[in-house]
């Protein structure tokens, strides 16, 4: 499973700037409004004070309207697993807030970044 390591905290923010997708607050806010609508983690052991730890993320499926982020924190030299992570996100319109079709061109970038390792879910569609 490929992935990145980056040590931040925004660690989604970041993988989405190394696809080279642009984010600052009027692209948020105006061109590319995507929320998060779900957010689960396990916890798996503390991780302790001053503790270096190494966060590592990636776009586990595509959706029409939607795509999940995976994440794992681990311990940076016993590579003890702190934490995982599922976060689903939804793309909205801009002015309607209503979903819309995830962007062609961040699907193309996160499933040539995954190197084909990411699943590609169509949902049927509702009538």
Known sequence: MPTTCITSRWE??????????????????????????RNEIDYRSPARFDELLDIYTRVSYLRRTSFAFEGIIEEAVTKRLVAENIAIHVWLHP???????VNHAF?????????????????????
Do not use: C
Request: no cysteine; glycine share 4%; charged share 30%.
């Open 107 to 127: 699907k193309e970038a996160a499933y040539r970044f995954e190197q084909n390792d990411v699943v590609v879910m169509e949902q049927p569609s509702k009538t």
């Open 95 to 101: 002015s309607s807030g209503e979903p819309i079709l």
């Open 12 to 37: 989604e923010i970041e993988y989405l700037k190394h696809l080279g997708v642009k984010v600052d607050l009027n692209t948020i806010q105006n061109e590319s409004k995507v929320v998060l609508v």
